[in-house]
């Protein structure tokens, strides 16, 4: 096994093992309308992101949630076809609520894909939102976004109001989002 295998591996079993930490101490509500986890409505600490040079986005830096605006946090990976395919609905949700978009991949940047892998994923899937690389995995674990495609809506005060994994129902994600 070469040094980057190795590397990616122990990030991936790190990102589980914290996921499965943060699961353990939230209380958000699922797709469903459930409850997972202890914290009901925690406010999620902002985290600063690398953005990317992409179609709807800017290369540079921005702190999450945006402060004072409703947020969807909306993870993905370049290797995940349901994330290709997911873009569609996250496009028309997008078009269709005042909310601020943010698609992120925790995804280890260096080592099993590069920046440009990124950008070109975004492009084919016709992302129009800013886009960014959670490198530190900070939100990643906050949110316990373990699996992806998976999606978090922070309302304006900072407070996770969903936090889910899978593909959700344009209709879920507006009525959500319009709730938050």
Known sequence: MNRRTLLATVAGAG????????????????ADGDRAGGDRGHALEPARIETLDAPGSEAGHRDLPVAGSTTVIEFFATWCSTCGSYMETLREVNRTVDAEFVSLTSE????SVERADVVDWWREH???WTVGLDEELALTVALDASSVPFTAVVDESGTVVYADSGTQPASRLVEVIDGA
């Open 108 to 111: 280890p940047v260096g080592v």
């Open 15 to 30: 990102t589980l093992g914290a996921g499965a930490y943060a699961a353990s101490r939230r209380d958000v509500l699922t």
């Open 126 to 128: 016709d992302g129009e």
